[in-house]
């Protein structure tokens, strides 16, 4: 099975096999193993899905803590094995959430978001990261570290699927991290006296752009800033 989005009269489309599906989905919710529980989608909706003319399904596994990956992935066995004995030509989409596990932060102290004044915990909805403290800094998008680990979940994911009976029924990978996938984070601390992102990791990776942006040439950066 091929799969792949291309435009179809001015529009984003879903492909498979080279015919065009309609844009009609179902999207399942993160189960947040360890933190969140989130009830199982039951088969008879499955079936009631399909018969509606359903066929690409999104389904989430939550890579973000590689002590619990493959409990991840044994989930999601159980989820396609459910799905396809009700919707036997189902398509799956991965919902691939990556923020990593919660002890991250402490482990990894230059890694975290940093706000203007220095501080790394201005959070008042910590729900919105799916996390239950507020006091618990988040990752930046400039981690090396988290780089890594998200990599290696991802390899073992492709490994997995590769593998699986199922594999011919996934047609993608819908990778996602920050807040709720979105890859940024919004709406969880005073955006009126606070920004972001001032971390090491972030200033390492700001130096580096300017580097490859300018190629080495500081008269260049001082032209354009």
């Given at each position: 099975?091929?799969?792949?989005?291309?435009?179809?009269?001015?529009?984003?489309?879903?492909?498979?096999?080279?015919?065009?599906?309609?844009?009609?989905?179902?999207?399942?919710?993160?189960?947040?193993?360890?933190?969140?529980?989130?009830?199982?989608?039951?088969?008879?909706?499955?079936?009631?899905?399909?018969?509606?003319?359903?066929?690409?399904?999104?389904?989430?596994?939550?890579?973000?803590?590689?002590?619990?990956?493959?409990?991840?992935?044994?989930?999601?066995?159980?989820?396609?094995?459910?799905?396809?004995?009700?919707?036997?030509?189902?398509?799956?989409?991965?919902?691939?959430?990556?923020?990593?596990?919660v002890g991250?932060?402490?482990?990894?102290?230059?890694?975290?978001?940093?706000?203007?004044?220095?501080?790394t915990t201005?959070?008042?909805?910590?729900?919105?990261?799916?996390?239950?403290?507020?006091?618990?800094?988040?990752?930046?998008?400039?981690?090396?570290?988290?780089?890594?680990?998200?990599?290696?979940?991802?390899?073992?994911?492709?490994?997995?699927?590769?593998?699986?009976?199922?594999?011919?029924?996934?047609?993608?990978?819908?990778?996602?991290?920050?807040?709720c996938g979105?890859?940024?984070?919004?709406?969880?601390?005073?955006?009126?006296?606070?920004?972001?992102?001032?971390?090491?990791?972030?200033?390492?990776?700001?130096?580096?752009?300017?580097?490859?942006?300018?190629?080495?040439?500081?008269?260049?950066?001082?032209?354009?800033?």
């Amino acid at each position: 099975m091929e799969a792949e989005i291309k435009e179809l009269g001015g529009v984003p489309t879903i492909f498979v096999d080279g015919v065009p599906k309609a844009p009609m989905t179902y999207t399942g919710k993160h189960p947040f193993l360890g933190s969140y529980y989130q009830p199982r989608l039951k088969i008879e909706q499955y079936r009631r899905l399909g018969k509606a003319g359903i066929e690409i399904f999104f389904l989430p596994v939550d890579l973000g803590d590689p002590a619990v990956i493959d409990l991840a992935l044994k989930d999601l066995d159980s989820r396609m094995k459910s799905l396809l004995s009700v919707v036997s030509n189902a398509k799956v989409i991965l919902r691939t959430f990556l923020s990593p596990y919660v002890g991250f932060a402490n482990e990894n102290l230059g890694e975290v978001l940093t706000f203007n004044d220095g501080s790394t915990t201005h959070y008042l909805r910590p729900g919105y990261a799916g996390l239950l403290d507020g006091n618990i800094p988040r990752y930046t998008f400039a981690s090396e570290a988290w780089e890594s680990v998200a990599s290696d979940a991802l390899r073992r994911l492709v490994r997995h699927i590769n593998n699986a009976a199922y594999r011919d029924h996934i047609i993608g990978y819908f990778i996602k991290a920050g807040s709720c996938g979105e890859w940024l984070y919004w709406g969880d601390w005073d955006h009126s006296k606070y920004t972001i992102d001032y971390s090491p990791a972030m200033i390492r990776a700001f130096r580096r752009w300017l580097i490859n942006e300018y190629e080495g040439d500081v008269n260049k950066l001082r032209e354009a800033w």
